[in-house]
Antibody, heavy 119, light 112 residues
């Protein structure tokens, strides 16, 4: 069974940092590009960052460039998102997903982890 | 960034009837490789998104054939024939041709 399990969310003050993690199982993680997608409470979806299989390509949406860093450890079947200098507008559920979702390859999604930025 | 515009944003649908959601992109979604990377995702209440359709009209495994996608260039449509109670949720179109990959605003489907 394919699973993506996110963790690391929580309540953080503006300007603070968190490290989100996603552990994959049930598929060959190292062969897939991976992404983080977020959803603010009651709002739509926003694709935040993508990383390819060997970390040679990392793409970010403009609103998080310079503040967020996506990385992965293929030996640990894990994806990470380091989120720094957090703002209120970063409050959202952060989903880990296969980048193949957009191109017609396998579309696997986790259950999400909630990040709340508040004083 | 490519702007994806969905309509309607709210769609009351009768059980057993058909429903249609439109998605328009601000620029062509034809990739340099010739493919059109337009997907449709469903998000049921309290759940993570699930892809239904990829590359305009290709249904994912396990997706009922009541769901179909069509379109080309900048105009795309998701059709749901014979709406069932389990179809309640929010539907998003998603373009994967140009970075950043972008979603439509979402269309909330409810049973009337």
């Amino acid at each position: 069974e394919v699973q993506l399990v996110e963790s690391g969310g929580g309540l953080v003050q503006p300007g603070g940092s968190l490290r989100l993690s996603c552990v994959a199982s049930g598929f060959s993680f190292r062969n897939y590009g991976m992404s983080w997608v977020r959803q603010a409470p009651g709002k739509g979806l926003e694709w935040v960052a993508h990383i390819n299989q060997d970390q040679s390509d990392r793409w970010y949406v403009d609103s998080v460039k310079g503040r967020f860093t996506i990385s992965r450890d293929n030996a640990k079947n894990s994806l990470y998102l380091q989120v720094n200098t957090l703002r209120g507008e970063d409050t959202a559920v952060y989903y880990c997903a296969t980048s193949g979702t957009v191109r017609g390859d396998k579309a696997y999604w986790g259950q999400g982890t909630l990040v709340t930025v508040s004083p | 960034d490519v702007v994806m515009t969905q309509s309607p944003l709210s769609l009351p649908a009768a059980l057993g009837q058909s429903a249609s959601i439109s998605c328009r992109s601000s620029q062509s979604l034809v990739h340099r490789d010739g493919q059109i990377y337009l997907s449709w995702l469903q998000q049921r209440p309290g759940q993570s998104p699930r892809r239904l359709i990829c590359k305009v009209s290709n249904r994912d495994s396990g997706v009922p054939d009541r769901f179909s996608g069509s379109g080309s260039g900048t105009d795309f449509t998701l059709n749901i024939s014979r709406v069932e109670a389990e179809d309640v949720g929010v539907y998003y179109c998603l373009q994967g041709t140009h970075w950043p990959w972008t979603f439509g605003q979402g269309t909330k489907v409810e049973i009337k």
